[in-house]
Each structure stands twice: as structure tokens, then as C-alpha cells.
Nanobody
Framework: QLQLVESGGGLVQPGGSLRLSCAVS????????IGWFRQAPGKQRELVAA???????NYEDSVKGRFTISRNNAKKTVNLQMNSLTPEDTAVYYC???????????WGQGTQVTVSS
């Protein structure tokens, strides 16, 4: 079983960049797929990026070319580099392990990303 803690959120201007980190503890990260989700006020939580145990990645269409998910199994971290941010990216961002395309664990606190002038 994994424990996951998100960090790195903050206030950025449109067009800016931000890097989120997911720190993992508990079991080995090596064989888990990990996803970054986000939830904006009044909207459903959505999966925006995922990375498989073999390093392959998948992205929601709206973030393709702007977001990059990566993993470092030795450091037990999964990062989300976010570039060219827009106000539509404003949300609380969460990480979670994935199985069959869906999340495994209960949700943590997440980290707030606000894109505003």
C-alpha cells in the first residue's frame, strides 16, 4: 500500500509554469501506475496525466504538449511539470495510484493551483 502526498502548488500568472510533486511512501513505487487528477470548483475530478510502471505516459487532450509527467522510483516521487498555464488549469491537484484506469486509494489533501493575473 502507498501513501502519497502532493506539494508544489501555488499562484502563477497565465502563461507561467509550475512543477507539482507527489511524494510516495509505504510500498515500493516501482510497479504502480500513478496519475495526476484535478478538480475545479463545481466540476468533477478528472485524470489529466498518468505514467505507467514502464514509463509510458498518457495525457488528457487539453494538457497535451503543456504538461509532462515523470517518475523517479529511487527517489519515490512522481512529478507533473506544467507549462503555458491558463485559468482553466485552476484546480486542486491530486495524485493517486491507478489500476484499470481508475484510482486505488482514498484522496489526500491535494495541492491548490491557481492561475490568475
Amino acid at each position: 500500500q502507498l501513501q502519497l502526498v502532493e506539494s508544489g502548488g501555488g499562484l502563477v500568472q497565465p502563461g507561467g509554469s509550475l512543477r507539482l510533486s507527489c511524494a510516495v511512501s509505504g510500498a515500493s513505487l516501482d510497479y504502480y501506475a500513478i496519475g495526476w487528477f484535478r478538480q475545479a470548483p463545481g466540476k468533477q475530478r478528472e485524470l489529466v496525466a498518468a505514467i505507467n510502471s514502464d514509463g509510458t505516459t498518457n495525457y488528457e487532450d487539453s494538457v497535451k504538449g503543456r504538461f509532462t509527467i515523470s517518475r523517479n522510483n529511487a527517489k519515490k516521487t512522481v512529478n507533473l511539470q506544467m507549462n503555458s498555464l491558463t485559468p482553466e488549469d485552476t484546480a486542486v491537484y491530486y495524485c493517486n495510484a491507478l489500476r484499470g484506469g481508475s484510482y486505488i486509494y482514498s484522496w489526500g489533501q491535494g495541492t491548490q493551483v491557481t492561475v490568475s493575473s
